[in-house]
């Protein structure tokens, strides 16, 4: 389904088909991430990928109105057996792990992990990894009060909304 849905999303005209089989990928991706043993990382991925990361990629799209008449030639004709050579080194790479990483003696020989359960994760996140954690929150909060910053700077913000006045007028 991964793989359809991929090429859907690659072959489609329209961009908001494109963006709906994107949806696919990442629902199937999270179907796979099921199978691997971990619930949590499948979760995150419809959550935040299919969820919140689509919603806005898909007003983005309706907000640049793009129409489907916009019929351009296609350009680059080099670039497609460019493309299938690089699909083939893909495919002869894929097949190369599957068949000769497999046997290899160094591959562990357990098969239940935790890497992806909630539990590992969590305390991953808040023993080893907690000052990782808490800079990147502070690289996030400075970069929310930057964008405002430079939007109230720019005029990208109305007065309206700067000074919390609604609809009255300024008498200067």
Do not use: K, W
């Not at 961009?15 to 949590?40: D, N």
């Amino acid at each position: 389904m991964a793989i359809g849905c991929a090429i859907s999303m690659v072959a489609q005209r329209n961009p908001l088909y494109s963006a709906i089989s994107l949806i696919g990928v990442f629902i199937s991706l999270a179907c796979l991430y099921v199978t691997l043993s971990a619930p949590f990382i499948a979760a995150v991925q419809v959550i935040v990928y299919a969820g919140a990361i689509m919603v806005l990629v898909v007003f983005v799209i309706m907000l640049l109105n793009i129409d489907q008449a916009e019929c351009q030639p296609r350009r680059l004709r080099s670039l497609v057996p460019i493309a299938v050579g690089l699909a083939a080194v893909l495919f002869a790479e894929a097949a190369f792990m599957i068949f000769f990483v497999q046997a290899s003696a160094a591959t562990p020989a357990h098969t239940v992990s935790d890497v992806g359960l909630t539990s590992s994760i969590g305390t991953g996140l808040f023993t080893s990894y907690l000052l990782p954690f808490e800079i990147t929150s502070i690289l996030l909060l400075m970069a929310i009060v930057g964008a405002m910053s430079l939007a109230r700077r720019g005029g990208l913000i109305p007065p309206q909304a700067q000074g919390g006045e609604t609809g009255t007028s300024n008498p200067e």
